[in-house]
Each structure stands twice: as structure tokens, then as C-alpha cells.
């Protein structure tokens, strides 16, 4: 057998030789073509192998990139030995021996990493220990084919045939359980390796004399193998491409129906109470949300509401509150207020601590209801600490504020029927001014009764209410 490998060696010295010269001194064009081809398939098979690397350089985690790298730069160096060899050609005094090593070599290492890529495609349904042993198997029969002697690289082959034959077979039988899985690539990969299996192995029967008469074609086996695993590879790219495409357009779907949720809670809570929580959405906020902060608290009612309630009825009366709180809304909202909530008639809204913003909305509201709307209302405002957060239970979360700012501001209100003024303000309010000389006040008590922390009352001047307002 050893000679037998020893002449094959020999001959394809001689078949390149043939191939290359004619009496001339000039390629004879089937030599050409010959010569072309290997150095196509060197090439090819080496650029793919960068290629492949560069993936598993990129995502560590995927291994099949890496021994599909290794198939196809071992495969441009199998492509090199085979006739017309390419190797010979760059090197004509290559040393057969090295040329019979590395040969040995690069079919170990094709069939072994051709192997594993099938097993880490495939790995959930392949034996755990097989990967191991075949990464093993090659490393040996790789590392002794460069140290041991010639005459015992024979035996060698023949164990490296041995093995893949059994590996080989362990694989037809997974594919058999796969394809009865209907799994949509496996069609593609079966084809693949049975392409390589065939070609392999008849290339195994004709270096023992199989066949004779009947060239070899591993390398075209080979060649069809990369080509599918490259197809499929790529396919499985356009798959996550597609999925990320999906993926995104899903994302930006799932962005505008959360704009538009966000849109529609804002309806029900405000964004401006949503951000002091610290929230960044609506679905975020949870039972018991909360925080302490310096605030001004605005409060407005109507003026006899429940006659006009008996007055106008029940709709007619709907229609009038939302027609004066369309007004209120927009107001509160263009000076940095947020409406907290509404008490029938009444308005409890929020605005910063510096109370300038909650008394510019307040004359602009006098304003506007001068201009669209005859109502007659009254204002109290009050600044404190209060404590902002979410009241209810599981099934009904509500806005709410807790702290005595509320009630002193309702207070304040309440003294508007009695007093030629319809804004009041505590005197922390009027503290609390950033340009208090915009506006113009008159103190109307001290230490009022009811009113604990206040030392002052102040009401603003300057506000334009109809002496006889009426709705119909």
C-alpha cells in the first residue's frame, strides 16, 4: 500500500510535468485550462475561508463559521496537491515527502471540519460526544502525519478513512431523523453532505483501486460542498435580515401605538404628573407612586352652579362645563400647569412653586371668559410642600395630592363670594413670586381664622368679571 501511495506521488510529478511543457517550451492549452482551474479553486476556496473567519471573528459564539473557514482553507490547499498541482507548479522541487504529509493532512482536515459544521447545524440532534472526538481524531491524525515516518502515514490514511466512514454514517442517521422532522433546511444540507460522502468516498475507493478507469472527483464533491453551505449560510443571513427587518418595523409600530397609548392615558392622567414621578411612560406608573415637592396649588369653582345646574337641566349643564373647562384646559396647560383633577364644577390644578405662572393663567382665564363664556368663578392659590403621587387600589389608580396646600387653597376660594376680589393668594404665594411687581395686590387679612400657616391673605386687582353674567 505504501508503495502503491509512494507511485501515485510519483505519477502526478509526472502528470504535471506533462501537463506543463510541451517540446516547445510552451503550455499546452489543456494544461491551461487545467492550470486555471486549480488556481480558481485555490483561490475561491481560500478567499471563503477568510470570509468565514471574519464571521467568527465577529460572533465567537457561532463555531460553524469557524469550521467552515477551516473547510475551505484546508480545501484550497487540497485543491493545490490535487493534478495539475498548483503547489508543484509555484515550487517545482516541493519535496514529495512533505507534499504526501501535507496531502494527508488537508483531507483530514476537509473531511473533519466538513463534519463539524453539519454537527453544529445540526447540534441539537447530534451526539454531544461526537464533536470532541472528531476534534480530537483530526488534531492526532493531523499533528503524527508531520512527525511520523513516511512508510507508517499508509496506516494513518487509512485510520482517518476508517473513522470518517463511521462519523459519516452517524451523520446519514441524524439527517434520516431530521427529514422525518420535515425541518424546512435540512433538504439542503442532506444534499450537501450526501454530495460530499459520494465524492469522498469514492475518492477513498479509487486510491485503494476502485474503480480503475474512472477518475476521481472528491474535489468536485468538495466544491459542490462549499458552494451549499455558503447558499445556506446565506440564506440563513437573509432570514435575520428579514427578521430584523420585521423586527423593526414591529419596533416602530410598537413606538407610534405606545405614543398613541401615551396620548390617550394623557387624556385621563397627565404627562406633566407622569414626569414628576419620574416615569418614563403612562404604563409605567404603579399604586403608590409618589414624591414630595414644593408646588403652587390652584383652585378654581363656579358661581352658583347648582342654580344654574336647575336652570339649564342636566345636558344643557354638560354641554356649558365642557365649554368652560375647553377654556380652563389650554390656559393651565401654556403656563407650565397640569389639571390634577376635576371636582364637578371645580378645578384642582398644579403649577411650579413660584406662583407667577398659576396667577398668569388665572387672569387669562378671567380673560377668556369675559371674551367667550359669561360664568363667574372664583380662584384661591396657595403654595406649599405637597406630596403628588397615585391613590385607589389594584383595578382604579387615580392622581391625587395630599397635603394641607389643597385645602387652604379651597379655603381661599371659598372667601372669593364674599370679598370684592375673585383671585386670592396666601401670603408663602406672594413670597414664593419670582416678579411680583407684574402684579398688583391688596392685603384684605391677617392670621385668618381656618388658616393655619398663613399669615396674610392678598387678593389681585386688575380682574375684569362681568357684573351680570348669565348662561342660556
Same mark, same amino acid.
Given at each position: 500500500?505504501a508503495d502503491g501511495?509512494?507511485?501515485?506521488?510519483h505519477d502526478l510529478f509526472y502528470?504535471i510535468r506533462?501537463?506543463k511543457?510541451?517540446?516547445g517550451g510552451?503550455?499546452?492549452?489543456?494544461a491551461?485550462?487545467?492550470?486555471?482551474?486549480?488556481?480558481?479553486?485555490?483561490?475561491?476556496?481560500?478567499?471563503?475561508?477568510v470570509?468565514?473567519?471574519i464571521?467568527y471573528f465577529?460572533s @465567537?459564539k457561532?463555531?460553524?463559521?469557524l469550521?467552515l473557514s477551516l +473547510?475551505? %482553507?484546508?480545501? *484550497? #490547499?487540497? =485543491?493545490? $496537491? /490535487?493534478?495539475?498541482?498548483?503547489l508543484?507548479l509555484l515550487?517545482?522541487?516541493?519535496?514529495?515527502t512533505?507534499?504526501?504529509r501535507?496531502?494527508?493532512v488537508?483531507?483530514?482536515?476537509v473531511?473533519?471540519s466538513?463534519?463539524l459544521?453539519l454537527i453544529?447545524?445540526?447540534?441539537?440532534?447530534?451526539?454531544?460526544v461526537?464533536?470532541?472526538?472528531?476534534?480530537?481524531?483530526?488534531?492526532?491524525?493531523g499533528?503524527l502525519?508531520?512527525?511520523?515516518?513516511?512508510?507508517?502515514l499508509?496506516v494513518l490514511e487509512g485510520?482517518?478513512?476508517v473513522?470518517?466512514?463511521?462519523?459519516?454514517?452517524?451523520m446519514?442517521?441524524i439527517?434520516?431523523r431530521l427529514v422525518r422532522?420535515? @425541518?424546512?433546511?435540512v433538504?439542503?444540507?442532506l444534499?450537501s453532505? +450526501?454530495l %460530499?460522502?459520494? *465524492? #469522498?468516498? =469514492?475518492? $477513498? /475507493?479509487?486510491r485503494?483501486g476502485g474503480?480503475p478507469?474512472?477518475?476521481?472527483f472528491?474535489?468536485l464533491?468538495?466544491i459542490?460542498?462549499?458552494i451549499?453551505q455558503?447558499?445556506l449560510?446565506?440564506?440563513?443571513?437573509?432570514y435575520?435580515?428579514e427578521?430584523n427587518?420585521?423586527?423593526?418595523l414591529l419596533?416602530?409600530?410598537?413606538?407610534h401605538?405606545l405614543?398613541?397609548?401615551?396620548?390617550?392615558?394623557?387624556?385621563f392622567?397627565?404627562m406633566?404628573l407622569v414626569?414628576?414621578l419620574?416615569?418614563?411612560?403612562?404604563i409605567?406608573i404603579?399604586l403608590?407612586d409618589q414624591t414630595e415637592i414644593p408646588?403652587?396649588v390652584?383652585?378654581?369653582?363656579i358661581?352658583d352652579?347648582?342654580?344654574m345646574?336647575e336652570?339649564?337641566?342636566?345636558r344643557? +349643564?354638560?354641554?356649558?362645563l365642557?365649554?368652560?373647562?375647553? $377654556?380652563v384646559?389650554?390656559i393651565?396647560?401654556?403656563?407650565?400647569?397640569f389639571?390634577?383633577?376635576?371636582?364637578?364644577d371645580?378645578?384642582?390644578?398644579?403649577?411650579?412653586?413660584p406662583?407667577?405662572?398659576?396667577?398668569?393663567?388665572a387672569?387669562?382665564?378671567?380673560q377668556?371668559?369675559?371674551e367667550?363664556?359669561?360664568?363667574?368663578?372664583g380662584?384661591?392659590?396657595h403654595?406649599?410642600?405637597?406630596?403628588?403621587g397615585?391613590?385607589?387600589?389594584?383595578e382604579h389608580?387615580?392622581?391625587a395630592?395630599v397635603?394641607?396646600?389643597?385645602?387652604i387653597?379651597?379655603?381661599l376660594?371659598?372667601w372669593?363670594?364674599s370679598?370684592?376680589?375673585?383671585?386670592?393668594?396666601?401670603?408663602?404665594a406672594l413670597?414664593?413670586?419670582?416678579?411680583?411687581?407684574?402684579f398688583h395686590?391688596e392685603k384684605?387679612?391677617?392670621?385668618?381664622?381656618?388658616l393655619?400657616?398663613v399669615?396674610s391673605?392678598?387678593?389681585l386687582k386688575?380682574?375684569?368679571?362681568?357684573e351680570k353674567?348669565?348662561?342660556?
Amino acid at each position: 500500500m505504501a508503495d502503491g501511495f509512494s507511485f501515485r506521488i510519483h505519477d502526478l510529478f509526472y502528470i504535471i510535468r506533462i501537463y506543463k511543457i510541451d517540446e516547445g517550451g510552451e503550455y499546452l492549452p489543456w494544461a491551461f485550462i487545467m492550470n486555471s482551474l486549480a488556481t480558481f479553486l485555490t483561490g475561491g476556496a481560500l478567499l471563503l475561508g477568510v470570509y468565514f473567519f471574519i464571521l467568527y471573528f465577529f460572533s @465567537r459564539k457561532n463555531f460553524e463559521h469557524l469550521f467552515l473557514s477551516l +473547510t475551505c %482553507l484546508f480545501s *484550497g #490547499l487540497y =485543491f493545490s $496537491l /490535487l493534478p495539475p498541482s498548483f503547489l508543484l507548479l509555484l515550487f517545482p522541487d516541493f519535496s514529495a515527502t512533505l507534499f504526501q504529509r501535507l496531502f494527508l493532512v488537508s483531507t483530514s482536515v476537509v473531511g473533519a471540519s466538513a463534519l463539524l459544521v453539519l454537527i453544529y447545524f445540526e447540534k441539537a440532534h447530534t451526539p454531544q460526544v461526537l464533536a470532541p472526538l472528531l476534534l480530537f481524531t483530526t488534531i492526532i491524525v493531523g499533528g503524527l502525519a508531520m512527525i511520523l515516518p513516511t512508510g507508517v502515514l499508509i496506516v494513518l490514511e487509512g485510520l482517518r478513512d476508517v473513522f470518517f466512514s463511521v462519523a459519516f454514517g452517524v451523520m446519514i442517521t441524524i439527517f434520516i431523523r431530521l427529514v422525518r422532522q420535515k @425541518r424546512r433546511e435540512v433538504w439542503l444540507q442532506l444534499v450537501s453532505l +450526501t454530495l %460530499l460522502g459520494i *465524492g #469522498l468516498g =469514492f475518492d $477513498l /475507493l479509487h486510491r485503494w483501486g476502485g474503480f480503475p478507469g474512472i477518475p476521481a472527483f472528491g474535489q468536485l464533491a468538495v466544491i459542490l460542498f462549499l458552494i451549499l453551505q455558503t447558499a445556506l449560510i446565506s440564506r440563513r443571513f437573509w432570514y435575520v435580515y428579514e427578521l430584523n427587518q420585521q423586527m423593526a418595523l414591529l419596533q416602530k409600530q410598537n413606538h407610534h401605538d405606545l405614543q398613541d397609548l401615551n396620548l390617550l392615558y394623557a387624556r385621563f392622567v397627565p404627562m406633566a404628573l407622569v414626569q414628576q414621578l419620574h416615569r418614563q411612560s403612562i404604563i409605567d406608573i404603579q399604586l403608590g407612586d409618589q414624591t414630595e415637592i414644593p408646588r403652587t396649588v390652584f383652585y378654581s369653582d363656579i358661581r352658583d352652579f347648582t342654580t344654574m345646574a336647575e336652570t339649564l337641566g342636566s345636558r344643557r +349643564t354638560f354641554e356649558v362645563l365642557n365649554q368652560y373647562l375647553s $377654556l380652563v384646559g389650554p390656559i393651565i396647560r401654556k403656563n407650565e400647569g397640569f389639571i390634577l383633577n376635576y371636582q364637578g364644577d371645580a378645578v384642582l390644578a398644579v403649577f411650579p412653586e413660584p406662583a407667577d405662572s398659576a396667577l398668569r393663567a388665572a387672569l387669562e382665564i378671567f380673560q377668556a371668559l369675559s371674551e367667550f363664556l359669561p360664568l363667574r368663578i372664583g380662584i384661591g392659590i396657595h403654595t406649599g410642600p405637597i406630596l403628588l403621587g397615585t391613590l385607589g387600589e389594584r383595578e382604579h389608580i387615580s392622581p391625587a395630592v395630599v397635603s394641607d396646600v389643597v385645602e387652604i387653597a379651597q379655603v381661599l376660594e371659598a372667601w372669593t363670594k364674599s370679598q370684592q376680589y375673585k383671585i386670592l393668594l396666601s401670603d408663602t404665594a406672594l413670597t414664593a413670586l419670582l416678579c411680583p411687581q407684574n402684579f398688583h395686590f391688596e392685603k384684605i387679612a391677617d392670621n385668618p381664622e381656618n388658616l393655619s400657616g398663613v399669615a396674610s391673605v392678598y387678593g389681585l386687582k386688575h380682574v375684569v368679571i362681568p357684573e351680570k353674567a348669565s348662561v342660556s
